[in-house]
Structures are given as structure tokens and as C-alpha cells.
């Protein structure tokens, strides 16, 4: 498939009851996994079939007969080892870009095991950069194309929740932030840097040097693991230029997660230090797991924890709130890695049936000038009387 192809999003478009879009990536194997002769079991069979071989299959020979072993799943996308970082933009989060300056909010985030390719699908490397780069040059495309009606105000800031503390990556050295409640039950960082974002080159810039400051431990079951969550957030206001139109204030957000590894604790024989980190990651995965089993309850969850963890205070509306939200899971092709995928398999199938409420953040300004002019008027009057 080409990366021009058009995609049918049309079911994303608007407002009104959506469900998540899920995506799979499988990356391509790696020089280590080659090298202890691993073979490929997840394969893309079809543009959104996914099929998962239990490499104890080929200890069976014998029996041969229990084949229910190979198991299929199925997304909105599935990606194999060679499909570039364009395609995956295009067909996973490239919509988002288009609602976020419609004043929607939108969340993508990348999950998986450490080492499955979270943060190159949206980081990406130097000269192939992610999605978070591409989103962002979408946007100022965009904002190029209509320059001459809207004012545009595009501001980022890039933190880590690293064992249930915040910091923030571009400026490290304001040490841990606190999440706080608003008015309206949303979450946001106090004291966490806004930097204007002007071009791609500057984001890419920022992003890996950002990127850098993340916590990185080596740990028995990888050489780098991240163990912290990346939370990129982009946040879009505009407003028209053109006098006597409609006054309003569009608002988008745009959340792009980079999640830390979803691997069990137990497999990476962490002791000590590493495994408060553990815990802590399993703390947060484990309440954003809980929230998707309550979100994607058919019979209609009772009650959704998302006070459980940092993490899932701060992606709420991207759950179950005010937001289109893009998941893209991540698998190891290696019989190797088989446990984990499957792990993860499971996981972003329970994620389909996710379904969120959107809506336009639209603030009519026109509806306050005119409370202010009445009120203007009547201090006038009341000057007038004295
Ligand atoms: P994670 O963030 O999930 O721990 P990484 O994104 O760091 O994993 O990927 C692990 C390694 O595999 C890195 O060296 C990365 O460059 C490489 N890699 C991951 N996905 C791909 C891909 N789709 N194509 C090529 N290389 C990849
Ligand atoms: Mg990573």
C-alpha cells in the first residue's frame, strides 16, 4: 500500500460517540534476536489481521494436531516490520492533526513491551523522525494554509511520569511538578514549561533532546529500558482575524505518549531500585488496564478509577472523556518475545471496544463582550447619575 493511499477515516470525523482506533506495529527483528535464532511468529497477514503463532508449535511435530495455537486478532491497522514511519502516520494518527484544529482534543499513545518500538513509532531517529514530528509539521501546514483568516497560538511541553513523579524534559532542573485538579475535574501540571513551537526542525530538536533527559536504567532483560511514561502535549488556539465574523476561541489539545515498557516485573529479575520502578510502572499500567477493562465493558462499567495513578489522571478525557484517541500497540516478531505479544495483543483487544464522547472546544467569545458591554453600559450610566 502507498503512503498517498487515502484512508478512510470518515467514521472519526465530527463530534458524538466514538470508538478507540486501535493499531498494531510489528517491528522488524533485530540483530540480537537473529542472532539466538529466533524465529518470526506475528505476521500481518491482511492490512488489519494480525496472526500470533505459539512457537511451542514447533515442538509439537508429533502431535500436530492442537493448531488452535495460532491465534488471529484483528485492528484498524496492522503494520509489519517494513512498513516506514510515513504509512504509519498516515494511517494511524494523521487524522488527529485535522481535528485538532477543529478545536478537538486528541490523544495517540504507543504501547508495549521494552524494546517492541514504542519510541521510534513516535520519536522516531534523525532522519526518520515519528509521529510526534510529523504531527506537528501537519499542523503548521495547516495553519499555513488558513493564515490569512485565524490567528494561531501553538504552544508544547514534554514531560515524564517517572515512578509517580513528574518532571519536566525541557527543563529539567525545575525537579518534580505536581498535577493538579481544575475547576472543570481535568488535570494539568503546575509549573510545567510552554514553549512556543515555530518549525519541525526546532520540535525534532527539542524532542531528542528532551528525549535525553528521559530515565533510562539498565535492567537484566534489556540494555536501555524506559522506564517512564513521555507525555508530549501540544496544545492549539485560534482564533478568526476577520472582523464581524462569529468571535470564537477554538481550543485543541494533542497528547502524543511515548508509555514505558509494559513487561511484567518478574521478567527482568529486578531488584532493589529497579524494583520500586516496577512497581511503580505496573502501578500506572496496571490502573490504565484497569480503566480499559471498565471502559470497554459491554455491560457499562460501574465505576472508572482514574485517581489509581498519575498516569491515568492525566490521560482521562483521552479515555473516556472529551477526546479521539489513538492507540497503537507494539510486538516483537520473535518467538523469543512470544509471552509479551501475546500480552500485548490482548491487552490492545480489550482497548477496541473503548468508546469516548467528543466534542468541539469552543468558547463564544461574543456571548462575553456582550456581557461586558452591559455591564459597561451600566457603570456608565451609573457615572452619568452621580
Ligand atoms: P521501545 O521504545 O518500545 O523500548 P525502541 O523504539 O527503542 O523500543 O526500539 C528498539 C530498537 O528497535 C531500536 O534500536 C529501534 O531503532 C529499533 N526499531 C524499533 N522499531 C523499528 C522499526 N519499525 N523499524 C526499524 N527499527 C526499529
Ligand atoms: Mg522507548
Redesign the pocket.
Known sequence: MSDTEKVDNSKKKGGGEQTLTVCL?I??M?EDEENVGATKIAHAIEKNVLVLRDPMDDHEDILRVNRTREKKFVFDHTFD?DTGQEEVYVKSAKFLTENVINGYNATVFAY?A????????MLG?DNNPGIMARALNDLFLEMDKTSEEMVYNVSMSYLEIYNEMIRDLLVPSAGILDLREDAKGGCHVAGLSEVKAKSTDDVMKMLIMGNKQRTQEPTAANKTS?RSHAVLQVTVIQKNKVVNTSEEVRTGKFFMV?LA?SERAANTHNKGKRMVEGAHINRSLLALGNCINALSDKQGAKYINYRDSKLTRLLKDALGGNCKTVMIA?VSPASTQFEESRNTLVYADRAKHIKTKVRRNVADVSYHIAQYSNIIQELREEIMRL
Open positions: 506495529r517491528r522488524p533485530s516490520g508495549g521494552t524494546g517492541a518500538g514504542k519510541t521510534y513509532t531517529i524506559s511515548d515498557g507494539h
